[in-house]
């Protein structure tokens, strides 16, 4: 084996490594949020409607490229969010 075939291996097995990681970081993550699900369900809609007209249409819309529009509205946003403890 050359060096080229050790690196492609190695990356190969990273990202294999990531996947498996990425599925049960968010396996706990669905876990979590499943028992939070209903008690914060009337908080995030309370801080949802607080929010700016700007911050509404970004959630909507689901656009990667309007989350960086108004990213610092967005940083408001997941602060209240956090600090509700939503997961």
Partial sequence: ????????????????????????IQKD???????KKSELQAKVIEI??????EIKIVVKE????????????VEKFLEELSKIEFP
């Fill in 62 to 73: 689901k656009k990667e490229g309007a989350l960086k529009k108004v990213f610092t509205g």
């Fill in 29 to 35: 993550y669905i876990k979590e949020f499943e028992e």
């Fill in 1 to 24: 084996m050359d060096q080229e075939e050790d690196t492609t291996i190695i990356e190969t097995t990273l990202i294999f490594i990531f996947k498996i990681i990425h599925m049960y």
């Fill in 48 to 53: 949802y409607e607080a929010s700016a007209d």
